[in-house]
């Protein structure tokens, strides 16, 4: 067995345990899963999330606050957390709206974001009225000591588009949205992080030039971090061919080239974590043409069989990969009682198993993967 947890962690009870080729690490942090809770139930519920995650390693989960209706009472977030342990039996770590309905005219309440115990605050894929009041929402983040969370995006120049802007989406007549559209509004929040002050993370960057600007401000010194989405890792648009909805995410799959900036990012520390980007759709959500159909892959169930794959190339060591789908999203999250609440994950790194609908925990079943056989599951949790 190889023992993955960290230093002073509580070793769990392995007796009557076939540990033989294993891996024992901590339960994995994910930096965003939607579990369509409240406002789509039809497409997944606390419960059903909730228990996917935890069979699948994931005890603990950041929500974004783009729900129905959106996340920006902290007077309800008590609830919510305690709604989620109870359904699903995972720990949520809630990010409350940076703007009032998610709308970018006006901050929301911060202050009483923070009180709520939001790890952050963010607009998600939402733009800003303008940057004026981007400047001085982010400048009242910063006095309230909250993390803000970036999912850098220029509406101007990607709320056509359905896919990456290349020979792909040309071939098949589909609107593209050009790798600018996450570059410039990453240009422009780097400046602004720089300006104001706040502590930063980056969520699911896409393509090289934003590895390449990542890079800069580390060097430069500025508070940031950030992340990638695992489907990012293994798929590029190619795997459109066909138009194959199941395939349908935003932010898009990108290039090869991106793709092999990606990795590159997760190798030199640029790419402090990979998240899943869990977003359970039905089957009806995926029916439609593509582009008219609802974008989302459903990725707890082959979150850490991709992630045993990322070793088996040899992109990361297995060391790595706890690094980046475990203590640092910790870090990042500021779960302070990461290791107070413990448990631990075996999984076997060489088991196969076929992806189907029987196999799935998520109650959404979209994903690009249907069919294949992939290596590397969970076999034990200790919680």
């Given at each position: 067995?190889?023992?993955?947890?960290?230093?002073?962690?509580?070793?769990p009870?392995?007796?009557?345990?076939d540990?033989?080729?294993?891996?024992?690490m901590?339960?994995?942090?994910?930096?965003?899963?939607?579990?369509?809770?409240?406002?789509?139930?039809?497409?997944?519920?606390?419960?059903?999330?909730?228990r996917?995650?935890?069979?699948?390693?994931?005890?603990?989960?950041?929500?974004?606050?783009?729900?129905?209706?959106?996340?920006?009472n902290?007077?309800?977030?008590?609830?919510?957390?305690?709604?989620a342990?109870?359904?699903?039996s995972?720990?949520?770590?809630?990010?409350?709206?940076?703007?009032?309905?998610?709308?970018?005219?006006?901050?929301?309440?911060l202050?009483?974001?923070?009180?709520?115990?939001?790890?952050?605050?963010?607009?998600?894929?939402a733009?800003?009225?303008?940057?004026?009041?981007?400047l001085?929402?982010?400048?009242?983040?910063?006095?309230c000591?909250?993390?803000?969370f970036?999912?850098?995006?220029?509406?101007?120049?990607?709320?056509?588009?359905?896919?990456?802007?290349?020979?792909?989406?040309?071939f098949?007549?589909?609107?593209?949205?050009?790798?600018?559209a996450?570059?410039?509004a990453l240009?422009?929040?780097?400046?602004?992080?720089?300006?104001?002050g706040?502590?930063?993370?980056?969520?699911?960057?896409t393509?090289?030039?934003?590895?390449?600007?990542?890079?800069?401000?580390?060097?430069?010194?500025?508070?940031?971090?950030?992340?990638?989405?695992?489907?990012?890792?293994?798929?590029?648009?190619?795997?459109l061919?066909?138009?194959?909805?199941?395939?349908?995410?935003?932010?898009?799959?990108r290039?090869?080239?991106?793709?092999?900036?990606?990795?590159?990012?997760l190798?030199?520390?640029?790419?402090?974590?990979?998240?899943?980007?869990?977003?359970?759709?039905?089957?009806?959500?995926?029916?439609?043409?593509?582009?008219?159909?609802?974008?989302?892959?459903?990725?707890?169930?082959?979150?850490v069989?991709?992630?045993?794959?990322?070793?088996?190339?040899?992109?990361?060591?297995?060391?790595q990969?706890?690094e980046?789908?475990?203590?640092n999203?910790?870090?990042?999250?500021?779960?302070?009682?990461?290791?107070t609440?413990?448990?631990?994950?075996?999984?076997?790194?060489?088991?196969?198993?076929?992806v189907?609908?029987n196999?799935?925990?998520?109650?959404?079943?979209?994903?690009?993967?249907?069919?294949?056989?992939?290596?590397g599951k969970?076999?034990?949790?200790?919680?």
């Amino acid at each position: 067995m190889k023992n993955l947890l960290p230093k002073n962690w509580q070793q769990p009870k392995l007796a009557n345990v076939d540990t033989d080729g294993k891996w024992l690490m901590p339960p994995i942090v994910d930096l965003c899963g939607r579990l369509r809770e409240p406002g789509h139930q039809s497409y997944g519920t606390l419960a059903s999330e909730g228990r996917a995650a935890r069979q699948n390693g994931i005890l603990h989960i950041v929500l974004p606050p783009d729900t129905n209706p959106v996340l920006e009472n902290g007077s309800l977030f008590k609830g919510l957390r305690e709604k989620a342990y109870q359904d699903g039996s995972v720990y949520l770590h809630i990010l409350g709206a940076l703007t009032a309905g998610l709308k970018g005219e006006q901050p929301a309440n911060l202050a009483g974001l923070k009180q709520g115990g939001a790890i952050g605050v963010t607009n998600a894929r939402a733009g800003f009225d303008d940057d004026m009041v981007m400047l001085r929402t982010l400048e009242y983040a910063a006095t309230c000591g909250l993390k803000v969370f970036f999912y850098p995006d220029e509406p101007s120049l990607s709320r056509s588009g359905v896919a990456h802007d290349g020979y792909i989406a040309s071939f098949h007549g589909l609107a593209g949205i050009p790798w600018l559209a996450e570059t410039i509004a990453l240009s422009k929040q780097l400046l602004m992080v720089e300006e104001t002050g706040i502590v930063a993370h980056f969520g699911q960057i896409t393509c090289r030039t934003s590895v390449e600007l990542i890079r800069w401000a580390k060097a430069k010194g500025l508070p940031i971090t950030c992340d990638v989405a695992m489907h990012q890792l293994h798929l590029t648009d190619d795997d459109l061919e066909g138009y194959n909805t199941n395939a349908f995410v935003y932010p898009p799959l990108r290039s090869k080239t991106d793709q092999r900036a990606l990795i590159a990012g997760l190798q030199d520390g640029t790419i402090d974590a990979i998240c899943s980007h869990h977003e359970p759709l039905s089957s009806s959500a995926k029916q439609a043409p593509f582009g008219e159909c609802v974008a989302g892959i459903s990725n707890f169930d082959t979150f850490v069989s991709l992630g045993c794959q990322l070793v088996a190339d040899g992109i990361l060591t297995a060391e790595q990969l706890v690094e980046k789908i475990c203590t640092n999203p910790a870090k990042i999250a500021g779960i302070k009682d990461y290791e107070t609440i413990g448990g631990a994950v075996l999984i076997d790194p060489d088991l196969s198993w076929q992806v189907d609908k029987n196999t799935m925990l998520s109650s959404g079943k979209n994903t690009p993967f249907m069919g294949e056989k992939l290596t590397g599951k969970v076999v034990e949790i200790f919680f």
